[in-house]
């Protein structure tokens, strides 16, 4: 798993502390120690997916688009998941042998096991009740 989802549920509880006072993408850089563009690269994904919503000009920012409690934890894991849980080899095995020929469909099937599972677990948590941790 990269750090992206990590990144990501920081920004969204960062917002969701807030409550409705925007935040500017400098001071959730300071935050989560990341560079600016990188956090500005993720929350314009965040922003795509409808999960942000922004506020152009000198007092604009960032906020929440939904309340907290309707936003799961796997709402913004499956908006930043891009690569497979399991990695991807770049190579094609040989076909000629019997394990190379069926080796990517069995991983694949593990691979979207293993991806159910984590998504079904923070399916169970919204945003609302992770932030409750942080006083």
Do not use: W
């Not at 920081?10 to 600016?36: F, K, Q, R």
């Not at 997916?49 to 799961?72: D, F, M, Q, V």
């Not at 979207?112 to 006083?135: D, G, H, M, V, Y």
């Amino acid at each position: 798993m990269s750090g992206r989802f990590q990144i990501a549920v920081h920004i969204m509880t960062l917002l969701h502390a807030a409550g409705n006072e925007l935040l500017s993408s400098d001071y959730i850089a300071g935050s989560t120690n990341v560079n600016p563009a990188l956090i500005r690269k993720e929350i314009s994904n965040l922003t795509k997916l409808g999960l942000i919503a922004s506020k152009e000009g000198k007092s604009g920012g960032y906020t929440l688009r939904e309340p907290a409690n309707t936003i799961t934890l796997a709402d913004i894991y499956e908006a930043v998941q891009a690569n497979p849980v399991l990695g991807k080899a770049r190579n094609i095995p040989n076909p000629a042998c019997p394990v190379g020929r069926q080796i990517n469909g069995h991983l694949n099937t593990l691979e979207k096991e293993i991806t159910n599972t984590i998504t079904s677990k923070l399916r169970k948590q919204t945003l609302a009740a992770f932030s409750k941790q942080f006083n």
